[in-house]
C-alpha cells in the first residue's frame, strides 16, 4: 500500500490562533450578533459579474470573517499581516502586496471594512478598530458602499515602527 497523498495540516499557525482567541472573546463579549470563521474565501461572501474579478477574488482566503448567522453577511474582515506575510524575495514581497491590494480593493467595492492586524498587536486595539469599524457600519447601513481615505496608522509596506499598525481600510488600486 501507498503512502496516503494527503496528510492534516494545521488550518492556523500559532499567530493566528491567537488573533482568533482574540476575536472569539470580541465576539463573545461586545458583538453577540457576529461570529468569527477562519480562512473563509472571498468568493463565499463576494460576487461579481464580471468573470474575471469573479476568478481573481474567489482564489483569495480572508484570514478572519465575522459575520452574522442571522443574515449569513459579512460584517468585517480581519487579515493577520503576520511577520512571514511579506516574504523574505521581491517577488513574494510584490505577490502579498498585489493579493493585499485585490483584498482591499474588493471589500472597500462591497463596503466591508477590512481590519489589517500587524504581528505585534495589542488586543485591546484590534477591539477598538473592530468597534468603530462595526459602528461606522450601523450609521451607514451595511448595504451603503463607502469609501474613505487611507488611515494614516496604516500603510501596505512593511514598516519599522515598534507599535502595531491596524488600518480598516486602503484606498484603491
Known amino acids: 500500500m501507498s503512502a496516503p497523498d494527503c496528510v492534516r495540516a494545521s488550518m492556523l499557525n500559532h499567530s493566528e490562533r491567537g488573533l482568533l482567541r482574540v476575536l472569539t ?3 463573545a463579549n461586545d ?3 457576529l461570529t468569527v470563521s477562519p480562512q473563509v474565501s472571498y468568493g463565499a461572501f463576494l460576487n ?3 468573470q474575471n474579478r469573479w476568478r481573481e477574488i474567489s482564489r483569495k482566503r480572508a484570514d478572519f470573517v465575522l459575520w452574522s448567522q442571522e443574515d449569513g453577511f459579512v460584517y468585517a474582515v480581519v487579515e ?3 511577520s512571514g506575510h511579506w516574504g523574505r524575495q521581491k517577488d513574494e514581497y510584490e505577490a502579498a502586496r498585489n493579493a493585499d491590494l485585490v483584498k482591499n480593493h474588493a471589500c472597500s467595492s462591497a463596503g466591508i471594512p477590512i481590519i ?3 504581528q505585534d498587536y ?5 477591539r477598538d478598530t473592530l468597534r468603530e469599524a462595526l459602528a461606522m457600519k450601523e450609521r451607514r447601513r451595511w448595504w451603503s458602499p463607502f ?4 488611515a494614516e496608522v496604516g500603510r ?4 519599522l515602527r515598534s507599535e502595531p499598525l491596524i488600518s480598516t481600510d486602503y484606498a484603491e488600486p
Open 122 to 126: 495589542a488586543p485591546s486595539a484590534v
Open 31 to 33: 458583538a453577540t450578533w
Open 156 to 159: 501596505l509596506e512593511p514598516t
Open 48 to 50: 461579481t459579474r464580471d
Open 116 to 118: 489589517r492586524v500587524l
Open 25 to 27: 472573546a470580541f465576539c
Open 147 to 150: 469609501r474613505r481615505k487611507p
Open 80 to 82: 493577520f499581516d503576520g
